[in-house]
C-alpha cells in the first residue's frame, strides 16, 4: 500500500520542517507549500490523503482555503491550525468544511493522532466496495455467489438512496462496515464524508464528546473546544459500530439527535443542526438487551427503520471458494506468491470448517497458509496446519513481556501473523477475570472500573469463561 500523502501548508519554515520531520517519521509523504494560494493550486493538481493548514497564511488565508479546498473536494479531510482559535474560528472552519482543527501550541502526539483520523476517514470515502464475486483483488470487496448474498446486494441496492437508518446486524468478522460503506457509495451523499466510529474502542466516559464534541472546560483536559463526529459528518453518513455497547446515557442523546436533527456539545448550551444519515452496526441481541433495559426500545426502532441481516459463513459455506480465491489474488502477491494455488482438497478442508471468526477468520487462515507454502500450491497439510490452535504457553505463571517475546519470536519464523490478538486476548481474559474477583462478583462495579458497558462485560465473561454462571464446583 502506497503511504498516506499529506499536504502541508504553513509559512514557518521551522515550524514546517519540524512538522515534515515528525510526520515523515509516521510513514506519510509530506509536500509543503508557504502560501494559501499555492496550496490551493497544489491540492488541485495532485492527490491527498489529508491536508494540513495554517490560519494566517499569505495570498489566501486559512478559512478561504478551507472553503475553496471543500468545494473542490468535499471528500478531503482539513485540519487548521491556529494561535487564534477563538468560538468564531471554530464555527467558519467547520461550516466552510474542516475535519478539525488545533491550537497552537499543540502536542506532536495531538497533531499525529489527529491526522491518523483524518487519513482513515479519506481513505474510507475514496476506496469503493466492489459487490460480487468478480472483484478486482485490488479493492475491497463484499464476496459471494450464495442466495443470501445476493439478497443483501439487492438490499444494498433498494436501500442507498433512501434517506433512511439502517441497521446491520451480523457476527464479528462477516462485513458489516463494508456493507455499510457500499450503502453510503451509492447513495446521493457519496461525495459527502464517510465517518466511522467502534463504540466498543471508546470508553463510555469519552464516547459522547467523540460523538457530540466538547466545550472548553467541559470536563478536566478539555482545554479547548472540539468538533465532534456529527459536526465532521454533517451533509454525509456517519457509522456507529458496535451500536450495542453504547451507554443508556450516550443513547438518549443519540435518540434526541436522530430525533431533532441537532447536537450539543458536551458542556455547551448552543444547539447545532446537523444532516447526517446514520448507519449502525451490531453483533449483539439488542432485544434481549432491551428486556433487560440495558438498550433503549424508542431508540432501536429509530434505528432500525432498514434492516440488513448479514449471515455467518457457516450459512453460505458454498461462498468460501470465491472467497478463498478473491484473497488469494488479494494477498498472494503482497507475501510474494504473483499466481498462488490451492490443491483441491484442501479447499474441502475449509469449506467444511466451523468458522466462528467467519470472514476475518478465513481470510487470517489464508494468509498464513500463504506464508506456510512458501510460493507452492497450499496443501491440506498446510491448511491444517494453521488451523489448528497454538497453546501460547502458561499465562499464568508467564509474565507479558514475556509472553509478547514469545509471541513476536513465533511470528519472527514465520508461524503465526496474529501475535497482536493473541497477546490482547490473554491480557484481556486477565484483566476481565481479575476485575470481576476484585470486585466479589459486582458485574456493575467490575464494568464501571474497566469503563465498559456491563452487557460487554457480561458476554466477555461468557466468552472467556469467567461468567459465574459458568463456574462448576
Not at 433512511?164 to 461525495?191: C, F, M, N, P, W
Request: proline content about 6%; glycine content about 8%; aromatic content about 6%.
Amino acid at each position: 500500500m502506497k503511504p498516506p500523502r499529506v499536504l502541508l501548508i504553513e509559512d514557518d519554515a521551522g515550524l514546517a520542517t519540524g512538522l515534515q520531520s515528525v510526520l515523515g517519521d509516521e510513514g506519510y509523504e509530506v509536500a509543503w507549500e508557504m502560501r494559501g494560494d499555492a496550496g490551493l493550486e497544489r491540492a488541485r493538481t495532485g492527490h491527498f490523503d489529508t491536508v494540513i493548514t495554517d490560519l494566517r497564511l499569505p495570498g489566501m488565508g486559512g478559512l478561504e482555503l478551507v472553503r475553496r479546498l471543500h468545494e473542490f473536494n468535499p471528500r478531503l479531510p482539513i485540519i487548521l491550525m491556529t494561535a487564534h482559535g477563538t468560538a468564531e474560528t471554530a464555527i467558519e472552519a467547520t461550516k466552510g468544511g474542516a475535519f478539525d482543527y488545533l491550537l497552537k501550541p499543540f502536542e506532536m502526539p495531538e497533531l499525529l493522532a489527529l491526522t491518523a483520523r483524518a487519513v482513515s476517514s479519506a481513505r474510507l470515502v475514496s476506496e469503493p466496495v466492489a459487490l460480487g464475486p468478480e472483484a478486482p483483488p485490488d479493492r475491497l470487496a463484499l464476496i459471494g455467489r450464495s442466495r443470501a448474498m445476493h439478497e443483501i446486494y439487492k438490499e444494498i441496492g433498494r436501500v442507498a438512496a433512501k434517506p433512511v437508518s439502517v441497521l446491520i446486524r451480523g457476527e464479528t468478522g462477516t462485513g458489516k462496515e463494508l456493507i455499510a460503506r457500499a450503502i453510503y457509495q451509492y447513495s446521493d451523499r457519496a461525495k459527502g464524508p464517510f465517518i466511522a466510529i467502534n463504540c466498543a474502542a471508546i470508553p463510555e466516559t469519552l464516547l459522547e464528546s467523540e460523538l457530540f464534541g466538547h466545550e472548553r472546560g467541559a470536563f478536566t483536559g478539555a482545554e479547548a473546544r472540539r468538533i465532534g463526529r456529527f459536526e465532521q459528518a454533517n451533509g454525509g453518513t456517519i457509522f456507529l459500530d458496535e451500536i450495542g455497547d453504547m451507554s443508556p446515557g450516550t443513547q438518549v442523546k443519540l435518540l434526541r439527535v436522530l430525533q431533532e436533527k441537532a447536537i450539543q456539545r458536551l458542556g455547551g448550551r448552543e444547539t447545532i443542526p446537523v444532516d447526517v444519515r446514520v448507519i449502525a452496526a451490531t453483533n449483539r441481541d439488542l432485544e434481549a438487551a432491551m428486556r433487560e433495559r440495558l438498550f433503549r426500545e424508542d431508540l432501536f426502532y429509530r434505528l432500525s427503520v432498514v434492516v440488513i441481516s448479514l449471515p455467518p459463513l457457516r450459512e453460505r459455506r458454498e461462498d468460501i471458494p470465491v472467497l478463498v480465491g478473491y484473497f488469494l489474488r488479494r494477498l498472494g502477491p503482497e507475501l510474494g506468491c504473483p499466481e498462488p494455488l490451492i490443491q483441491p482438497e484442501a479447499l474441502d478442508f475449509l469449506q467444511n470448517q466451523p468458522w466462528p471468526g467467519n470472514v476475518r477468520e478465513l481470510e487470517n487462515v489464508v494468509r498464513k497458509a500463504l506464508l506456510l507454502a512458501s510460493g507452492y500450491p497450499i496443501s491440506l497439510d498446510h491448511v491444517r496446519a494453521v488451523t489448528v490452535g497454538r497453546p501460547a504457553g502458561d499465562n499464568n505463571t508467564q509474565s507479558l513481556r514475556e509472553l509478547a517475546l514469545e509471541l513476536l519470536t513465533a511470528a519472527q519464523r514465520g508461524e503465526l501473523e496474529d501475535a497482536y490478538e493473541k497477546l490482547i486476548t490473554t491480557a484481556e481474559k486477565e484483566l476481565l477475570g481479575q476485575a470481576i474477583k476484585l470486585a466479589q462478583g459486582n458485574q456493575a462495579k467490575a464494568a464501571r472500573w474497566l469503563g465498559i458497558s456491563r452487557l460487554t462485560l457480561r458476554e466477555k465473561l461468557t466468552q472467556f469463561g469467567l461468567h459465574p454462571s459458568q463456574e462448576t464446583s
